[in-house]
């Protein structure tokens, strides 16, 4: 079973958090000295390493295998605040016009997951008033706009390079939300033994879990019609209004008008990139039998048409959602994508495509929802679901992770393609070294060829043309 240790800055005394609340488990120190205290030799691949100090950085080579938590913990609480502000405004968690009637939260995040939702006055003081978090600490809040405030926080964090810690969340009348301020780890001490104990519940469950189960991944990649102008065709033309069904439409709000101008594919999921590809091809078929114009021109990628960004979002199921699977999928999916997308994809960012951009799915998978549509050709897709798949099942052996690198993350952003290639042939070597590669080469390399020659897709584009279908 696997395992949580608390690292408080020694190599020779981490703590081994008991996840069984029958023992007995007191978290902290005693004399300066964690109790329990064990070296960092017992911490087993697999394991996880919580990183609860902010007075050193903690050297993650030690524990091979192992996933180590708030490994930027002590980088970002050394962070000037101007420098944090510009790491968010980058990622759109801040900026903008001021949010009028505004009122503060204080989110309190673990692991992605929210364990404290308070509502502070100006000063940072909790008001009085009832629970946020209704039920256990990890229950998002039912309220929408609260939801939009914890998404916020745990957005705000990750982009800190964090996974644990608190953030000040803004939230408008008219419901927009920007950070205030972040931090790594909490500041009421009190809590921590409870919220160390839930992790390494959560932790030692999902690593028992995973064993026996399948890994599937699915997809809802989206497309646009454009007429000979260069205008959108609204999809719902052709399949009307709303969500139901394998193909059908996704919303916009453009003023107070609900829009629905997008095309979205929702493919059975499957085990294997040539399988998934093979239902989205079944679904464009289906789709062309509904869409009588000829002369509309079916487009894809990152931003097509000017000010319209699509999506390529990926399903995984059986594999846990982790803050390092997320990185994973950022620094072998969306970083590669990135390097092959259109010019003009970089419009997209970062309103759409914010690295870490993920929702939890009610079949118990999560969807990240960072990467363009793929669609642009079956070469696409398919690399982008076997890195997906390659990063769920190898997500203990690739140490390599770009996607923390203030440089790689920088260039993302700015689409400067020069500065992101830089990761990519050690990124490449990771997934060779893989015992999972073999079985996604075919799939994988000649998008990692394309990045390399500069290669981009062309979105003006018609992507029946790649798929081979009739038009």
Not at 343 to 351: D, E, K, L, S
Request: net charge neutral; glycine share 10%.
């Amino acid at each position: 079973m696997a395992s949580t240790w608390v690292w408080r800055g020694s190599y020779d005394r981490l703590e081994k958090v008991e996840a069984n609340r029958e023992k007995k488990h007191l978290s902290g120190e005693r004399n300066g000295q964690p109790l329990h205290a064990e070296s960092w030799t017992e911490v087993k691949p697999g394991d996880a390493v919580l990183a609860w100090t902010q007075n050193r950085s903690i050297d993650a080579n030690r524990f091979k295998g192992a996933w180590v938590l708030n490994l930027k913990g002590h980088h970002a609480s050394s962070l000037p605040y101007a420098e944090k502000e510009r790491i968010w405004r980058r990622a759109g968690l801040s900026g903008g016009s001021p949010l009028d009637s505004e009122r503060l939260f204080r989110v309190c995040i673990i692991h992605l997951e929210p364990v404290e939702l308070q509502r502070i006055d100006a000063s940072g003081k909790a008001m009085q008033g009832k629970p946020l978090l209704q039920g256990n600490a990890g229950a998002w809040p039912d309220d929408p706009a609260l939801r939009r405030v914890v998404r916020t926080a745990v957005a705000a964090l990750y982009a800190l390079g964090l996974d644990i810690g608190e953030a000040e969340v803004g939230l408008g009348g008219d419901g927009r939300t920007a950070v205030r301020d972040a931090w790594p780890m909490l500041r009421d001490t009190r809590q921590e033994a409870a919220v160390l104990r839930r992790f390494a519940a959560w932790h030692a469950a999902a690593g028992a879990g995973a064993v026996d189960r399948q890994l599937l991944i699915g997809a809802d990649p989206e497309f646009v019609l454009v007429t000979p102008e260069g205008k959108i065709a609204s999809a719902s033309r052709f399949f009307g209004a709303g969500v139901g069904g394998a193909a059908g439409t996704d919303a916009l709000l453009v003023g107070r008008r609900l829009l629905y101008p997008v095309a979205e594919l929702r493919p059975e999921p499957a085990e294997d990139p040539a399988a998934l590809a093979a239902n989205v091809r079944r679904l464009l078929l289906r789709a062309a039998e509904r869409i009588s114009d000829p002369a509309l021109r079916w487009a894809a990628g990152a931003m097509p048409v000017p000010g319209l960004a699509l999506g390529g979002h990926i399903h995984l199921s059986g594999a846990p959602l982790t803050s390092r699977l997320l990185r994973l999928l950022d620094s072998y999916a969306a970083f590669p994508l990135a390097l092959v997308e259109d010019p003009a994809g970089r419009a997209r960012r970062p309103r759409y495509g914010m690295l870490g951009d993920f929702r939890l799915q009610p079949h118990g998978g999560f969807e990240y929802r960072t990467l363009p549509s793929w669609l642009v050709s079956p070469a696409a897709a398919k690399a982008a679901f076997a890195l997906a798949l390659l990063c769920a099942r190898e997500e203990h052996n690739l140490t390599y992770i770009p996607a923390l690198d203030e440089r790689y993350m920088e260039a993302y952003y700015s689409g400067d393609r020069t500065e992101l290639a830089g990761c990519l042939d050690q990124a490449a070597g990771q997934l060779g070294a893989t015992t999972s590669y073999a079985a996604y080469a075919s799939y994988i390399e000649p998008l990692l060829d394309a990045a390399r020659r500069g290669m981009t897709w062309d979105e003006s584009a018609d992507l029946r043309v790649k798929w081979r279908m009739p038009h």
